[in-house]
């Protein structure tokens, strides 16, 4: 079975300045997806980036990127210029490629951008 | 384009009711999937439905049942409501295609259902 750890249940950071947030995975599989989430306050999940486990290329959106790291089965979140509307839960989840479209959740990571 | 929509928002039932939650996709996309997300935890996977068939279900009691319709929309069950199905229950659509893009669920607002 697939597992996804996030080990920060806390994070603060200053706005404007950088954070990354921290996931492993366990997973026997080769193929199957990555993806950050966020989910503020007002609690619709949003999603914020998604990584193909067959690409080697780190995904980029705008102020948010990924370190993907397949053979240590690591998958953090970059957030640049941290702004105070970044202030949210961030999950991330591992979905595999084939089969059921079943994300599988971390804990998750509250994140706070103090001004 | 309108986004995924759930109704109702909230919710309050009497254990041993029954419920009904209801989600519409996002236009064009073919798989809905529901999830449960009880306080301070992510999300845990109930349902995959694509084509109106089941493609997945999670570790729930056979209490819990879904559907799909013609239009895509679908439709979560409860029955005889525990105090612990207290949550908040989560529809995501997907495009349920072979491309990257089609893995990317798209998430409602949810519904908070309360238990007493």
């Known amino acids: 079975a697939q597992t996804v750890t996030q080990s920060q249940p806390e994070m603060s950071v200053q706005e404007a300045e950088t954070v990354t947030l921290s996931c492993t995975y366990d997973t026997s599989e080769n193929n199957y997806y990555l993806f950050w989430y966020k989910q503020p306050p007002s609690r619709q999940m949003i999603l914020v980036i998604r990584q193909e486990a067959y690409k080697q290329q780190n995904a980029t959106e705008n102020r948010f990127s990924v370190n993907f790291q397949k053979a240590a089965k690591s998958f953090s979140l970059k957030i640049s210029d941290s702004q105070l509307g970044d202030t949210a839960m961030y999950f991330c989840a591992f979905l595999t490629q084939g089969g059921s479209e079943k994300l599988v959740f971390g804990k998750g990571t509250k994140l706070t951008v103090n001004p | 384009d309108a986004g995924v929509t759930q109704s109702p928002t909230h919710l309050i039932k009497t254990r041993g009711q029954h419920v009904t939650l209801r989600c519409s996709p996002i236009s064009g996309h073919k798989s809905v999937s529901w999830y449960q997300q009880v306080l301070g935890q992510g999300p845990q996977f109930i349902f995959q439905?694509?084509?109106?068939?089941?493609?997945g279900r999670g570790n729930f009691p056979d209490r819990f049942s879904a559907r799909q319709f013609p239009n895509y929309s679908s439709e979560l069950n409860v029955n005889a409501l525990l105090l612990g199905d207290s949550a908040l229950y989560l529809c995501?659509?997907?495009?349920?295609?072979?491309?990257?893009?089609?893995?990317?669920?798209?998430f409602g607002p949810g519904t908070r259902l309360t238990v007493t």
């Open positions: 995501a659509s997907s495009g349920g295609g072979g491309r990257p893009r089609d893995y990317e669920q798209y």
């Open positions: 439905y694509y084509e109106k068939e089941e493609r």
